[in-house]
């Protein structure tokens, strides 16, 4: 039997919402019969798309989220459209001291910059390795603006790291929270809206 949480309408600024959704994953782990371990994954992987979601666009950012399952399959998503614009990129540019965006680290960090930079149209970005090793080989897919996936990304992290085995992203990619609890990240963008799924095969 298939088991959803309800749809939850979150904001940036009102932690009300957050604390809704945290309530809809312990009703969704008690429903599938997840086992303690399986709900802290499912509870991570919550916390990891909240948190890079926020970063997106500040307080401005507007989303729902929403969690289904069958069997050990579970699948978290989070859909939006990002009110960032390259006025207020600009002005958080500016803000850091180096000019550029320190918060671009990390697997969710750079899914963050990417969904950015793709929303404002700002060359993203062929040429970017992080882009570049998880976007869909051909291209975007029913009119998408960008189709990237974690898993692609691994398959091109572990050519790379036959090749060299101190490679630094291959080194970020082990250290990942979302790399290590997640099968898969898919992550499409048309426009301004952004969907994030997350899929998980409970142990």
Known sequence: MLHKTLQVYVKGEELDSFSSVFEEIEKFSETMRL????????????????????????????????????????????????????????QLLEAASSKKNDAAVGIMGKIKDMIQNAVLNMGVIPGNEFYDAGVLENGPIDGLNLF????????????????????????????????????????????????????????
Request: glycine share 2%.
């Open 35 to 90: 086992s303690r371990k399986n709900s802290l994954y499912a509870r991570l992987i919550t916390e990891e798309l909240l948190g890079m979601f926020s970063g997106i666009t500040s307080k401005d950012f507007k989303a729902l989220f929403w969690a289904e399952g069958e069997d050990n399959k579970t699948v978290f998503h989070l859909v939006a459209k990002t009110e960032m614009t390259a006025e207020k990129k600009k």
């Open 148 to 203: 990237w996936t974690l898993d692609n990304y691994r398959r091109t992290m572990e050519n790379l790291q036959k090749e060299d085995a101190n490679h630094p992203a291959w080194d970020e990619l082990e250290k990942s929270i979302i790399a290590n609890v997640a099968n898969d990240v898919h992550v499409s963008i048309k426009n301004d809206a952004v969907e994030i799924t997350v899929f998980k095969e409970m142990e």
